[in-house]
């Protein structure tokens, strides 16, 4: 467990050296990478969507591929396709660049939902189904995904099915005065980036994956995230509330983050720290809440406030 904890620690640290003064969404993205998910990141342009993706690939040592969504991109040029070989006579699969097990969707609400949905499978299964005949995709495997907040001319919402694929969505924001200085000095020369180097390899990431799966969850605590989904769906300015993935992605997720606070057991805290990350996403506002200013973070933040916190014990006490 310790030896897990110190892995994960040096991922942060890792990548915190390209991604200055956003420790906390380093945390963030290393727990999605730790409990099996995929990541949304949503912001602005230039923040460093696109650099915390391509750091979290070269600090764990994993393949990474990058996918520019665009209007006119078809699913085959995602998932691959089955190309005629003249010289042989028969059909070959020629992978995708979703064969990857760091595959960053960049812009992803740019493309057509059609376009979109090619990663469906992918996401939930670990698999992609190209004329009827299934290919695994590599392990680990993470798509991280990029989309503008402000900019909506040319772009596609993404479906609910897709949003609630990702375990969690993530906000950089802008640095710190101080820490944009600080970029600016680091990239006086050359980019971070180009001198990161792996930590550990993807066996050590499936291994501390597995290490997640082995922390403790009280059955006090599964009932606590079990009552918080469900008062997503109870709240009246809720159209659609969490769904039972959103459930499992709660649990998963605060498994993470006890691990990497060094426990083996998971406390309501967890919870309460990744509520909003794995679960603002997943809800539908009603429309005429939303034109009252009502959010899914207000709501979810409201859940937490009216559900009761229960105590646990640790395992073994």
């Known amino acids: 467990m310790e030896e897990a904890r110190e892995l994960a620690r040096r991922l942060i640290d890792n990548v915190e050296r390209v991604m200055v003064g956003k420790r906390r969404e380093v945390e963030l993205a290393v727990i999605a990478l730790m409990a099996e998910g995929h990541l949304l990141i949503e912001d602005v342009p230039g923040v460093g969507k696109t650099m915390l993706a391509r750091s979290l690939a070269r600090s764990s040592g994993c393949s990474f591929r990058r996918i520019q969504f665009t209007p006119d ?132 990431v499936l291994h501390l994956q597995a290490t997640v799966r082995r922390v403790s969850v009280d059955p006090l605590v599964k009932r606590y995230i079990a009552g918080l989904v469900d008062a997503t769906r109870r709240h009246d300015s809720v159209y659609l509330g969490a769904s039972p993935r959103g459930s499992l992605a709660l649990q998963r997720a605060a498994q993470a983050r006890a691990l990497l606070d060094g426990r083996d057991y998971v406390l309501p805290d967890d919870v309460k720290a990744l509520a909003q990350a794995v679960l603002g996403h997943r809800l539908i506002v009603h429309p005429t809440s939303r034109v009252k200013g009502v959010s899914a973070e207000q709501v979810v933040a409201e859940c937490l406030e009216r559900l009761p916190v229960p105590g646990v014990r640790a395992r073994g006490v």
């Open 73 to 204: 991109l078809l699913p085959s040029d995602v998932t691959g396709a089955s190309l005629y070989n003249q010289k042989t006579g028969d059909f070959e699969f020629r992978p995708g660049p979703i064969m990857a097990q760091i595959v960053l969707a960049d812009e992803i609400n740019r493309a057509t939902p059609k376009a979109q949905s090619a990663l469906l499978e992918a996401m939930e299964e670990r698999q992609i189904t190209v004329e009827g005949v299934t290919y695994p995709l590599p392990r680990p495997f993470l798509v991280l995904a990029t989309q503008n907040s402000v900019e909506y001319e040319g772009t596609f919402p993404l479906p609910e099915a897709q949003l609630d694929r990702f375990l969690m969505r993530l906000h950089l924001g802008y640095p710190a005065p101080e820490d944009e200085v600080t970029i600016m000095e680091r990239q006086a020369l050359s980019h971070p980036i180009e001198a990161l180097e792996p930590v550990c390899q993807p066996e050590d």
